[in-house]
């Protein structure tokens, strides 16, 4: 995206390394585009941070700020040097009048979180738990990078037990116990920060009959 | 160009599941769209509106289409590819603002569901859950971070069930940044008091509206100004400071709101000002809490204005004042080797 934004600098915001930029559960009135830099997206779930994205130049975060004042929902901590604009739902409309392709992208950002949003209610909606753990891989593959032979249907996921536990609706002990049975069965191989899933369409037949039941 | 395409009374425009590019107007006739809760598998029948697109988020996203639309009666529906439909809504971002509406309505409906579903529905109010982050980054010695949260707690509950808690930890976390990073000088409020010296209202005296020691709007304000001055917004902070002394509603935010006024003025490189300034609070509060960071500011000032000789005499003043640990002498012998640098 090449698009000429100096017309913004008046909304530019600076933060350093390791500044928070918003919190979670804080009021949220504005929403941010990244000029330059990186952000992580963290959560603290039990004692730990998590990582739940990173985000680069280009990308949007904090936009249901637009719509609502609703408490933030996650923490954005700056991970190196980013200028940011900075924008309400006051001066939106200058974004819009000034750059309407920005909102298009913004527009269609929505459109991705709703099926995300979707993709994952369909996860937590299925009973069976085996076939929940299934269906979160099933849905990373969806968001993942197309392997690059597409008769080769293992699949590598630099995830952890956490992450599957979170996605899943699980405690971590009942991920684990899941993915112990399937390490068993031989369908996934668990590795240092690293779950192999041995054959993906075993999985999608797996989380279709049990969708169907 | 969109084409105007012309269906038959029971043809099918596309299926629930397929995954299309096209996005359509319906321009005359009778189209269905049938859908299915995603919670109770139910069946959703709605008719398109005349003028109304469909098919447009899952085409923007390569999506599998959420329904299926079904002519009702002959129709007449005009098809855009996507850059089409881009470059009509371009020119008229009237249409964007209103699909953004219905998508964030969307999306905020699908968030609900999902966080009912995880049980995240009842977890933590915004109050605790904000305090909590702070207490997180503190305990891990994350100081920038813990901060900025406890900042934020203090500004938006100056009379909160934590406020005592929470402005203790900021004076540690500002201490703790101090020592790892001298540039974080405006980290707390008071950041390097020997005492708590920020009156939060104390929990067996829950502030009553009306002024006084602890008048929670003076203190409000007062956090809202260090936020601004922690964003290096000093001008805007300023004004507040300078509006809390002037009110003086509150004695302690004000005294505090007076040395912060001299801060944001070095910060703003108004350093004959600043000088001026925090010359007058020395005088006017002899035993202030911040009368070593006071002097260092004067000192800041006087280096600020390439006086070399008079920023000496006060950052050695500071060092005869302070103990060998003290924040305030750790900036200070900081900026003395600055100094020296300097000369060279």
Not at chain 1, 198 to 212: A, C, G, L
Not at chain 2, 151 to 174: I, Q
């Amino acid at each position: 995206m090449s698009l000429d934004l100096s017309v913004f600098n008046r909304f530019a915001i600076t933060k350093k390394v390791g500044e928070i930029i918003f919190c979670e559960f804080e009021p949220g009135d504005a929403f941010y585009l990244i000029q330059s830099g990186k952000v992580k997206i963290v959560k603290i779930v039990g004692e730990l941070e998590k990582t739940l994205d990173i985000l680069n130049p280009g990308e949007f975060f904090g936009e249901m700020a637009l719509l609502e004042e609703a408490p933030r929902s996650a923490t954005i901590i700056a991970l190196t040097d980013v200028k940011l604009l900075e924008f309400n739902r006051a001066n939106f409309e200058v974004l819009m009048q000034g750059q309407p392709q920005i909102v298009l992208n913004l527009l269609k950002l929505f459109a991705k979180r709703i099926y995300d949003q979707k993709r994952r209610f369909m996860v937590l909606t299925l009973d069976d738990i085996q076939a929940r753990v299934a269906d979160v891989f099933l849905m990373l593959d969806e968001n993942g990078p197309r392997p690059i032979d597409p008769s080769d249907n293992s699949r590598t996921f630099p995830n952890s037990v956490d992450d599957i536990a979170h996605w899943a609706g699980l405690s971590v002990n009942k991920a684990s116990e899941v993915l112990k049975q399937f390490v068993n069965q031989r369908r996934v191989e668990i590795q240092q920060g690293k779950i192999i899933v041995k054959n993906i369409m075993d999985f999608t037949r797996f989380v279709k009959s049990k969708r169907q039941e | 160009m969109p084409k105007a395409t012309q269906y038959k009374t029971n043809s099918v425009i596309y299926f629930q599941g397929d995954v299309g590019d096209k996005i359509f107007i319906l321009k005359a006739g009778k189209i269905l769209s049938k859908s299915n809760d995603i919670e109770t598998k139910e069946e959703i029948n709605e008719l398109v509106a005349p003028g109304e697109f469909f098919g447009v988020k899952s085409a923007l996203g390569r999506y599998p289409r959420d329904e299926s639309a079904i002519v009702l009666a002959d129709s007449e529906v005009l098809v855009f590819t996507v850059p089409e439909f881009e470059q009509l809504v371009l020119s008229n971002t009237r249409i964007i603002m209103k699909m953004l509406k219905v998508f964030s309505n969307q999306l905020r409906r699908m968030h609900g569901k999902v966080q009912n579903l995880i049980g995240k529905g009842t977890s933590k109010d915004p109050e605790s859950g904000l305090y909590s982050i702070g207490e997180y980054y503190y305990t891990n010695r994350q100081y920038k971070p813990a901060i900025h949260a406890l900042t934020r707690y203090l500004t938006l509950y100056p009379a909160g069930r934590f406020t005592v808690e929470a402005s203790d930890l900021a004076r540690k976390a500002g201490q703790g940044a101090a020592k790892t990073d001298s540039t974080a000088i405006f980290a707390a409020a008071g950041a390097d008091n020997e005492e708590p010296d920020f009156s939060p209202p104390t929990p067996s005296a829950p502030a009553a509206p009306t002024a006084g020691p602890s008048d929670p709007s003076a203190a409000k304000g007062f956090f809202e100004a260090v936020a601004l001055a922690n964003q290096e917004k000093y001008a805007d902070a300023y004004k507040i400071f300078q509006k809390i002394v002037a009110t003086n509603v509150d004695p302690e935010h004000s005294a505090k709101s007076e040395f912060e006024m001299g801060r944001c003025l070095v910060f703003l490189g108004k350093f004959d000002e600043a000088t001026k300034h925090l010359t007058g609070l020395i005088q006017k509060y002899p035993k202030h809490p911040d009368l070593k960071d006071a002097l260092y500011f004067i000192g800041r000032s006087y280096q600020g204005k390439n006086d070399t000789t008079w920023a000496r005499n006060f950052y050695t003043k500071i060092l005869n004042l302070a103990a060998e640990d003290e924040p305030v002498a750790v900036k200070t012998r900081k900026a003395l080797k600055e100094l020296e640098g300097a000369k060279v």
